[in-house]
DNA sequence: CGGGGGCTTGAGGCCACTCAACGATAGTGG
DNA sequence: CCACTATCGTTGAGTGGCCTCAAGCCCCCG
């Protein structure tokens, strides 16, 4: 029923009919949680504006990003009691979200909204059997290559983008370091395959996306 | 409605009411292929007896399996047109199928098999998420042992396990090679935390589960 | 304008990989 | 039944890609 929030016609469809959801925005702040691990899962969310990361901690500190999510993504769907990422907000951040119980409400009853739920956690579960052969078989090189690519298809505007999250964040999703990160990025800019527009290097334009989709695999 | 095989209440139920379901069992000799990635999904699979994988290959070779399938398992529900991964049997191997299409026609109209479904994909991406953190964060050592722990709890029986799959095969599930996966047995078997039972190495015991799951963090 | 955190760059180390050889096993055909 | 052979598994030596540690730079923000 989350998903149809991108899909209007459909969700006006799934709400109507019995229970009205309770329907609220929220904002997080920079650096903020929004659920924990092993937290009940109560909502899911959909992010407005901002970004947000879902990650898995080992006892040491280790990190895992397993997910970025950008505006519109659904995020928290567990289909479960309890979460299984940590999430927080990579920057200054707006979410809607809705009570997971009045969620299954509907869904116990409604074909379409199942499906839905089932359609948003297939695209997860692709997104992370795709990242699954990144972090076991791909090069530094290729793994920032890769992550280029992705974050240029999903918030590439007017020829450029620029990233929410930090070179932290970005080795914690590819399961580098930051200073590897940092080295083949600056690898692919001496190359001339991309271009910084910002001195705090977030700002990204794709010079040469051919030979970038060479290098990912 | 595939999940329901496992609960076969729930499967007469779906059943019944409808169409019936074309259901047919097959054969897969020992590395034979079962589907190709990117063809056409037009079946779901349950493993009857045998084991399979689910991989995905670079141009050059590089191979990240996804996933073991036991006995019980379901596989190839993609809940899409095509396979995102290529599936073998990795010894002979016994599976029942059913066609998509006609779980798709059931599905349109039965929420309960549709939530089969969900819970399937919703299980098959919580174990990708899990072996995300495994490929990008865990050591060799932390990996292999977090293997023989699944391994463990999911085809023991009078108190230990044999494999059926080869050494490369773990390797590829694991990020790693064959040699540190070999290296990284004995050092366990060193330590006296497990022991063979056969000369080929693949019947396991698990003398230590504590200490082995202490070591998988 | 001063402090702090994020980013970059270099030097050196280590974990896992590569390459190579050998042993063991199981499958094959005589 | 047994040699023969291909494949799998093991082990060792050496390498290299990425990590660690460290220092400096540059923003950003107070």
Known sequence: MFASLSRPDSFAK???????????????????????ENEPADYVYQVTTG??????????????????HLVGDVFGLENAAVHRFTAEAIVDTRVCLVKRESMELIAENDVLVVRDLLNVTTSNLQHAEDHMLLLGRKTALER???????????????????LPMSRRDIADYLGLTVETVCRELHHL?????LGFLSPNQRQIVLLDREKLAHLSL
Chains 1, 2 share one sequence.
């Open 144 to 162: 920032v290559a890769a992550f280029l690519l992705e974050m240029d298809r999903r918030l590439t505007q007017a020829g450029f983008f620029a």
């Open 14 to 36: 799934a709400a109507v009919p019995r229970t009205r959801v309770a329907f609220s925005e929220f904002r997080y702040r920079k650096d903020r949680e929004i659920f924990g």
């Open 189 to 193: 800019h001496d190359q001339g395959i």
């Open 51 to 68: 970004a947000v990361r879902s990650y898995k901690l080992l006892s040491d500190g280790r990190r895992q990003i397993g997910a970025f």
